[in-house]
């Protein structure tokens, strides 16, 4: 079974701050690695997909980088809408998912 | 515009059953691979169960497998799972989710709770 590990777990940021979040899989995935948002009590939506594909409609200030074991989900400038948890998950074999990046605010 | 909707959620014993469906709108369904997956109170995401769109690939968690059943009505627009010999521990919110060509999880259903308590 393929493991993903996030970090950090909880991340306090400001209003236009840049914020990293990292996902590890414990064996290569390539590319097959998507970021979900998800707010509370709502559903996890797609950011990006591939490693670095945005999803349409997505605002361009998130990225997505990596390939292999070590991926990255960058926020450029973080805004209001952007308080909340976000998760990676592989799809090269099965799906796992990540144990989560909590935004809030600083 | 896509459109998911679970349903069938809701209190039962441990040991018991429970059948959520998932009503799909905005697509052909028979064109789409589909998945189940939960979560549970304040814990993170947890895929359960696949099925491929003419229902002849089918997956399921280590955690679930013997226990749930995958299915689909492609004629009636929905999505099934059939979960039996219930246990507290599957206790959580169930996400129904299209699948995209490629295997990543496009679009989301709001969610159904259940709850396994005696």
């Known amino acids: 079974d393929i493991q993903m590990t996030q970090s950090p777990s909880t991340l306090s940021a400001s209003l236009g701050d840049r914020v990293t979040i990292t996902c590890r899989a414990s064996?290569?995935?390539?590319?097959?690695l998507a970021w979900y948002q998800q707010k509370v009590g709502k559903a996890p939506k797609l950011l990006i997909y591939e490693a670095s594909n945005l999803e349409s409609g997505v605002p361009s200030r998130f990225s997505g980088s990596g390939s292999g074991t070590e991926f990255t989900l960058t926020i450029s400038s973080l805004q209001p809408d952007d308080f909340a948890t976000y998760y990676c998950?592989?799809?090269?074999?099965?799906?796992?998912f990540g144990q989560g990046t909590k935004v809030e605010i600083k | 515009e896509v459109q998911l909707v679970e349903s069938g959620g809701g209190l039962v014993q441990p040991g018991g059953s429970l059948r959520l469906s998932c009503s799909a709108s905005?697509?052909?369904?028979?064109?789409?691979?589909m998945n189940w997956v939960r979560q549970a109170p304040g814990k993170g995401l947890e895929w359960v169960s696949y099925i491929s769109g003419s229902s002849s690939t089918i997956y399921y968690a280590d955690s679930v497998k013997g226990r749930f059943t995958i299915s689909r009505d492609n004629a009636k627009n929905s999505l099934y799972l059939q979960m039996n010999s219930l246990r507290a521990e599957d206790t959580a919110v169930y996400y129904c989710?299209?699948?995209?060509?490629?295997?990543?999880?496009?679009?989301w259903g709001q969610g159904t709770l259940v709850t396994v308590s005696s």
């Open positions: 905005g697509f052909t369904l028979s064109s789409y691979s």
């Open positions: 064996q290569s995935i390539s590319s097959w």
């Open positions: 998950q592989q799809y090269k074999s099965l799906w796992t």
């Open positions: 989710a299209r699948g995209s060509t490629v295997t990543y999880f496009e679009y």
